[in-house]
């Protein structure tokens, strides 16, 4: 079992900056890749960031290209998605996912995913 908690998020003005932190209990952290994602009401779950066992592959979705980075730290448990120029189209519910399954790839689909977080909403005025 892996438990994660995501934290961070809030209300920003547009071009402004947020990181996003997801604390993972249970598992060795470092046994599994983990993921963002994000989703707005009535809209699918949509892939924002993903990151390796140990931190050395990354993969982005279009609209995180240049202004996320995704990082882990595998001593503190935690997976950070930091957010730069920000834009009123980033708003949403930010999900942290664990890949316990297949670790040793980076999924960018939800079905790639067995753990998720509760989630954290990030608006982003105009």
């Known amino acids: 079992q892996v438990q994660l908690v995501e934290s961070g998020g809030g209300l920003v003005q547009a071009g402004g900056s947020l990181r996003l932190s997801c604390a993972a209990s249970g598992r060795t952290f470092s046994s599994y890749a983990m993921g963002w994602f994000r989703q707005n009401p009535g809209k699918e779950r949509e892939f924002v960031a993903a990151?390796?066992?140990?931190?050395?592959?990354?993969n982005y979705a279009d609209s995180a290209k240049d202004r996320f980075t995704i990082s882990r730290d595998n001593v503190k448990n935690t997976v950070y998605l930091q957010m730069n120029s920000l834009k009123p189209e980033d708003t949403a519910v930010y999900y942290c996912?664990?890949?316990?399954?297949?670790?040793?790839?980076?999924?960018?689909?939800?079905?790639?995913?067995?753990?998720w977080g509760q989630g954290t909403q990030v608006t982003v005025s105009s």
């Open positions: 990151i390796s066992r140990y931190g050395r592959s990354t």
């Open positions: 996912a664990a890949d316990t399954i297949t670790p040793a790839t980076i999924a960018t689909t939800p079905r790639g995913y067995d753990y």
